[in-house]
């Protein structure tokens, strides 16, 4: 009698690196035991966590399933735009994608060029599908490119290109889930939570008016450059200062002032007041200075040029001027106060002018927090 073969063993879940600050990602061998969630072999999974539901914050888990053989690699789509946070939320979570698995495939819609969205796309790099600023024409456009992309899921991290994205999933059944970084939900969030699959906070705040079991408090996604950045202070001023030559870490003061992805006038009206009394002080103070595309016009006709000031409309290499810096004064955008937080540097956050409940809520939450 010819022995039977006995079935090879299945091989164990091997886990994927976890991030403090994004969910938990699980790496699946096995393509007939797929987590439960979407349809499909490759899935994503969210399911309560009882030891933190009894922490009063609501989490879920997350789980992409993942097969070295599986031919059809997993596809995300990001809807993004407007402000730097929503943008640069979007950027981190893809990093971090791509870091867990490789073989992942994403892209990004938001308003045509020039935008913010689209350089950021560009320079990430992942692939970028513009969508116009009328809401019919834009859902239309946004139909167009996830029938050509065919995502598995599609996250809007808000701004106005989310609202056409999500609806324009909803009409070919593409789940999609939300990425709020407010302390309080943004309109759009709260017009789309009853449609979303998931909705992942960076509060427990926002949880009240959004739909509870839908809710998953993770934290604000934050770039790896920036966690992860190794760069001593001595070489990250000397790309932003190459001509002064080695300075080293010794009694270096370095200020660096950002007014946000679009400029902060407030802010450059008063340091234009007081920037030249400050180098004049230290012969060792120096000052990186984010003047915002659309002021930097006008506060270089107006600021004297000096060895130990750097003007520049807008910072690519956030992570540097961060690893540089000593000291920063920002503005109290969500994104803004938790690069800050992360990093660690002391700060000085100034508050919008006309602020709407979210980004009020925001604010009071990082205050209380640093104090």
């Not at 009063?56 to 993004?80: E, G, I, K, Q, T």
């Not at 300075?247 to 002032?257: A, N």
Request: hydrophobic share 45%; with cysteine; net charge positive.
């Amino acid at each position: 009698m010819a022995a039977t073969a006995r079935p090879a063993p299945r091989p164990l879940p091997l886990p994927l690196p976890r991030s403090p600050l994004l969910p938990r990602f699980t790496q699946y061998n096995s393509p007939d035991d797929p987590p439960r969630g979407l349809r499909g072999a490759r899935r994503l999974t969210l399911s309560p966590s009882p030891a933190r539901r009894r922490a009063r914050s609501l989490h879920l888990r997350c789980r992409l399933s993942d097969s070295a053989s599986d031919p059809d690699p997993l596809r995300v789509a990001f809807a993004c735009g407007g402000a730097g946070g929503h943008v640069y939320a979007a950027i981190a979570l893809a990093d971090e994608l791509h870091a867990s698995l490789p073989s992942s495939a994403s892209l990004f819609l938001g308003a045509p060029p020039p935008s913010l969205e689209s350089d950021a796309a560009a320079s990430a790099p992942y692939p970028f599908a513009p969508i116009p600023r009328c809401l019919p024409h834009a859902i239309l456009d946004a139909a167009l490119h996830l029938r050509r992309f065919r995502p598995h899921v599609l996250v809007a991290t808000g701004g106005a290109p989310a609202l056409p994205a999500c609806l324009a999933a909803l009409l070919f059944g593409v789940p999609f889930v939300i990425q709020d970084q407010d302390a309080g939900p943004a309109p759009a969030t709260r017009l789309l939570a009853p449609l979303a699959r998931r909705i992942f906070l960076g509060f427990n705040a926002p949880v009240r008016l959004l739909p509870k079991r839908k809710c998953a408090v993770y934290g604000n996604p934050v770039r790896m450059s920036i966690r992860k950045c190794r760069i001593s202070k001595a070489d990250a001023m000397a790309s932003f200062f190459p001509r002064i030559g080695t300075v080293g870490e010794e009694g270096v003061e370095v200020l660096l002032v950002l007014g946000g992805t679009e400029g902060s006038p407030e802010i450059n009206v008063a340091l234009l007041n007081m920037y030249y009394e400050m180098l004049r002080e230290r012969r060792n103070r120096y000052i990186i200075w984010q003047t915002g595309p659309e002021g930097f016009c006008e506060m270089e006709s107006l600021v004297r040029s000096h060895r130990r000031l750097l003007l520049t409309p807008f910072l690519h290499e956030l992570d540097k001027a961060y690893a540089a810096a000593d000291v920063v004064v920002s503005r109290a955008g969500s994104m803004s106060c938790t690069e800050v937080l992360v990093t660690g540097k002391p700060s000085i956050l100034v508050s919008y002018t006309v602020m709407e409940l979210h980004f009020f809520s925001t604010y009071v939450l990082y205050v209380f927090y640093l104090l």
